[in-house]
């Protein structure tokens, strides 16, 4: 499929969303080389819950501006400063990071810290979209082993040669982030979740040995990744690193396959996809797995643990977002019937870890 019709393309602002664009203007010539004074038109990209994405038109420029949801105040969890970094120093020696522009930590502009960054035009697979825009299976086959040799290549980064030596402590990775995804969750419960604290606690027992490090991306997935508008099965671009790190490279593998829902799955689970992976094609979470083992050269080994601790994860993030609703901290529609996202991912990986496998668990 090849086509510029498809391009991913931003809205309008949400209420309560909004941004100042006079302050903006003002404080752009001084802070991105080369870009002249011009008035300003400000979108926003409608899809994610986490970091907001805008786009800023200026004159022929068109930039991306990410800052932190409002409302929320956990500096670590919507870091900007480090999003900004990261990019600074991976896009040097891994061309699908995009380029940061500038990076303002001055509350006086916009009320919160934001960087800007280079936009790259593409095609971003989501849910829901329009029926003619499905692929064929064939070039659904494609897309996904675009990919999975996509991630495998982010993995083989490398991240010392790039800077990035002290992003995280890979040592003793895998404990930290069971312990730390349940804390959490402890955090952020606002429901008793029965299936949630048993796959909780199984996780916490079954930790594997260290396995090698990597750089990784923590939220890798279709609606991630730009794909070349006349060619979808490549990957022109990797976006949303603000949960990259230092750790085991099974992990973040497991935590893409929490997000690859199939067919076959029941009906409470296919509901709670974030992206289109129930498409004619698309290769099932154990053919991704064997695909990355390829690609990689890695041994998969501990996938059931992995594929339960991704699952775990996205329900706690879930659970975050669906207690900002709780609380009345966002107004945010999408945000109302996360709970059911929450039990739906914890079901699954409680079925995944009694059944031993990954698929072929109803």
Not at 19 to 24: C, E, N, R
Not at 286 to 310: L, M, N
Not at 316 to 327: E, P, T
Not at 332 to 359: M, T
Request: one cysteine or more; a negative charge.
């Amino acid at each position: 499929m090849s086509s510029t019709a498809w391009l991913d393309a931003p809205g309008p602002v949400r209420t309560g969303e909004e941004i100042d664009a006079a302050s903006l203007a003002a404080y752009l010539p001084g802070a991105v080389p080369g870009l002249a004074a011009a008035p300003l038109e400000v979108l926003q990209f409608p899809s994610g819950y986490s970091n907001l994405t805008y786009l800023v038109q200026t004159g022929e420029r068109a930039l991306i501006l990410r800052r932190p949801p409002f409302g929320v105040a956990i500096a670590t969890a919507h870091d900007m400063a480090r999003e900004h970094r990261i990019l600074s120093r991976l896009h040097p020696v891994y061309a699908k990071a995009p380029r940061p522009l500038a990076y303002c930590d001055d509350p006086s502009v916009l009320g919160a810290p934001f960087y800007l960054m280079e936009r790259i035009e593409g095609v971003i697979l989501r849910r829901g979209i329009p029926e003619a825009m499905v692929p064929s299976p064939e070039l659904t086959a494609r897309i996904a082993d675009g990919l999975v040799r996509t991630l495998a290549e982010l993995h083989a980064v490398d991240y010392e040669a790039a800077g990035l030596g002290d992003l995280g402590r890979p040592a003793g990775y895998a404990l930290r982030q069971v312990e730390g995804w349940t804390k959490r969750y402890r955090n952020a419960e606002t429901n008793h979740v029965a299936d949630a604290e048993w796959v909780a606690a199984w996780l916490r027992g079954n930790v594997p040995a260290e396995s090698s490090a990597a750089l990784i991306h923590n939220d890798f997935k279709h609606d991630n990744v730009v794909l070349d508008p006349h060619d979808w099965s490549r990957v022109i671009a990797v976006l949303d690193w603000e949960m990259a790190t230092l750790g085991d490279p099974l992990m973040d593998l497991g935590t893409s396959l929490a997000y690859w829902i199939e067919a076959s799955d029941p009906p409470e689970v296919r509901e709670a996809r974030l992206g289109p992976t129930t498409w004619p094609g698309t290769p099932s979470r154990s053919d991704v797995v064997q695909a990355y083992a390829r690609a990689s050269g890695r041994d998969v080994h501990d996938i059931v643990f992995c594929y339960a601790y991704g699952l775990f994860k996205v329900a706690v993030i879930v659970q975050q977002l669906y207690a900002r609703h709780v609380s009345g901290r966002t107004t945010d529609p999408r945000y109302a019937r996360l709970i059911d996202g929450v039990r739906a991912l914890s079901l699954v990986a409680r079925q995944s870890i009694q059944k031993g496998r990954i698929d072929e668990l109803w």
